[in-house]
Structures are given as structure tokens and as C-alpha cells.
């Protein structure tokens, strides 16, 4: 959860662009109860479009480097820090590298999404391990 905060930059842009994009929209209602939204300013919509795929990279970029290089680096991500955890090889003890590291985040966002299931495991895993730590044999330690 925290580390879904260090990507607010990205987020924030994106909201911006959202602003832009529906300040630049008017609508209406015709007679019959219909309401339809006019593109009134059309410079507004395609800025408010470009902050908003802007938002969308910045975060990814940001998503990418702390959850993949950062954490595949060495083992924390900034929200990872901020707890002292951190995530290591279950056999080495050593961190996952940057592959390893983008493979457990994607695993994390398929598991997660298809199934709840996933978070809930290590409250009865004898490992406290979820299945995407599972997957690729890697555990969370508290650091000191």
C-alpha cells in the first residue's frame, strides 16, 4: 500500500488531465430527456488527453523502477524501507534481481486480481507466503 504512494506524481497529473479534459465538455439536454456532452474546446480535450497518458507513464515509470530496479536491486522497495522488510531469494537470501523482482510484481497483480485468495494465504502458510512468493521461492524478512 505504501508503495502505491510513491507513484502519487503520476496520479496527480493524471487527475489534472481529467479536470482539463471535462472542463473542456458542455452539456446538454434536448427535448426528449437525451443529454449529450459537446466538445466545446477542442485544445482543452487533446491537453487534457496528454496529461492524462503523461500521469499514466510517469507512474508506470516510477511503478517500474521501485518495484522492479529498486527492489530487484536490493531486496526494498521504498515502501519495503519504510516497514524494514524486505525481499530476498528463499534459497540465497539475496535479492531477486531486477527480472525476478518484475516477474513477483506481476504475479502479485495477476494473483491478486483473479483471486483475493493470494493475500489472505500467509495468514495459515507455514512460511507466511504468499503464491506469487510461492511461485518464484522468494520470502519477506524484517531487517534490522
Given at each position: 500500500?505504501?508503495?502505491a504512494?510513491?507513484?502519487?506524481p503520476?496520479?496527480?497529473?493524471?487527475i489534472?488531465?481529467?479536470v482539463v479534459?471535462f472542463?473542456?465538455?458542455?452539456?446538454?439536454?434536448?427535448?426528449?430527456?437525451y443529454?449529450?456532452?459537446?466538445?466545446?474546446?477542442s485544445?482543452?480535450?487533446?491537453?487534457?488527453i496528454g496529461l492524462?497518458f503523461?500521469?499514466?507513464?510517469v507512474?508506470l515509470?516510477?511503478a517500474?523502477?521501485?518495484l522492479?530496479?529498486?527492489?530487484?536491486?536490493?531486496?526494498?522497495?521504498?515502501g519495503?524501507k519504510?516497514?524494514?522488510?524486505?525481499?530476498v531469494?528463499?534459497?540465497s537470501?539475496q535479492?531477486l534481481?531486477?527480472?525476478?523482482?518484475?516477474?513477483?510484481?506481476?504475479?502479485l497483480?495477476?494473483?491478486?486480481?483473479?483471486c483475493?485468495?493470494?493475500?489472505?494465504w500467509?495468514?495459515?502458510?507455514?512460511?507466511?507466503?504468499?503464491?506469487h512468493?510461492m511461485?518464484?521461492k522468494?520470502?519477506?524478512?524484517?531487517?534490522?
Amino acid at each position: 500500500m505504501l508503495d502505491a504512494l510513491v507513484s502519487l506524481p503520476g496520479t496527480i497529473i493524471m487527475i489534472i488531465g481529467y479536470v482539463v479534459l471535462f472542463s473542456s465538455a458542455e452539456t446538454s439536454t434536448d427535448s426528449y430527456g437525451y443529454t449529450t456532452v459537446d466538445d466545446v474546446d477542442s485544445g482543452g480535450a487533446g491537453l487534457g488527453i496528454g496529461l492524462i497518458f503523461l500521469g499514466a507513464v510517469v507512474g508506470l515509470a516510477i511503478a517500474v523502477w521501485n518495484l522492479g530496479f529498486r527492489q530487484g536491486k536490493t531486496g526494498q522497495s521504498l515502501g519495503k524501507k519504510w516497514l524494514n522488510i524486505k525481499v530476498v531469494n528463499e534459497a540465497s537470501g539475496q535479492p531477486l534481481g531486477v527480472g525476478g523482482a518484475i516477474l513477483r510484481w506481476i504475479l502479485l497483480a495477476v494473483l491478486g486480481g483473479l483471486c483475493f485468495l493470494d493475500f489472505l494465504w500467509p495468514l495459515w502458510d507455514q512460511k507466511k507466503q504468499t503464491w506469487h512468493d510461492m511461485i518464484i521461492k522468494s520470502v519477506v524478512l524484517k531487517t534490522q
